[in-house]
T-cell receptor
């Protein structure tokens, strides 16, 4: 089974509008972390935001916020006030803490295009 | 702090040739990962080191891929012989040991390999 599922291959958003990128995950580990990364066309992976499974509040980092719904196993990324520079691939990832490997599992990504 | 360094940035080789990639993680990061990212897909973990020991290499094609992390710092990933399907971006990432808190992985800029 897929550990991380991103069902939106591509998304478009008008500049200055908000956009939500979906992510669902699958784990039986009670302790895990959820991450979002941005990958521009230049190729580097840029860390955006982190949510721990025991965190009570949804994570926020500037214009990025994570809509964490634990019971539904979803961790959607919300980008507010979109900018042209937000056009990139976005990857959701999970790290299971009880798993001895502690590896990061990545989704297939969502390509976001911001329209002027 | 300096980021994850990778070299070379680009490499073109003929099939059946060999190639090596180098990675220098962030100082103090015990965990090092090598990922393969085929165009249009999410990163796939090839191998994970904890210091100089292998934690997970279950998805490494061991008949042609090898990796080492001598002295728990720098790492080298080798492909010998290369196949056309090895064309991808090879990403190196590092993170602090999980016992020091759940932290994100920091990625290098990647090596784009083209096998012709």
């Amino acid at each position: 089974a897929q550990k991380i599922t991103q069902t939106q291959p591509g998304m478009f958003v008008q500049e200055k509008e908000a956009v939500t990128l979906d992510c669902t995950y699958d784990t039986s580990d009670p302790s895990y972390g959820l991450f979002w990364y941005k990958q521009p066309s230049s190729g580097e992976m840029i860390f955006l935001i982190y949510q721990g499974s025991y965190d009570q509040q949804n994570a926020t980092e500037g214009r990025y916020s994570l809509n964490f719904q634990k019971a539904r196993k979803s961790a959607n990324l919300v980008i507010s006030a979109s900018q042209l520079g937000d056009s990139a691939m976005y990857f959701c990832a999970m790290r299971e803490l009880a798993n001895t490997g502690n590896q990061f599992y990545f989704g297939t990504g969502t390509s976001l295009t911001v329209i002027p | 702090e300096a980021g994850v360094a990778q070299s070379p940035r680009y490499k073109i080789i003929e099939k059946r040739q060999s190639v090596a990639f180098w990675c220098n993680p962030i100082s103090g990061h015990a965990t090092l990962y090598w990922y393969q990212q085929i165009l249009g897909q999410g990163p796939k973990l090839l191998i994970q080191f904890q210091n100089n020991g292998v934690v997970d290499d279950s998805q490494l094609p061991k008949d042609r891929f090898s990796a080492e992390r001598l002295k728990g710092v720098d790492s080298t990933l080798k492909i010998q012989p290369a196949k056309l399907e090895d064309s991808a971006v090879y990403l190196c990432a590092s993170s602090r040991f999980l016992g020091q808190g759940n932290t994100e992985a920091f990625f290098g800029q990647g090596t784009r390999l083209t096998v012709v």
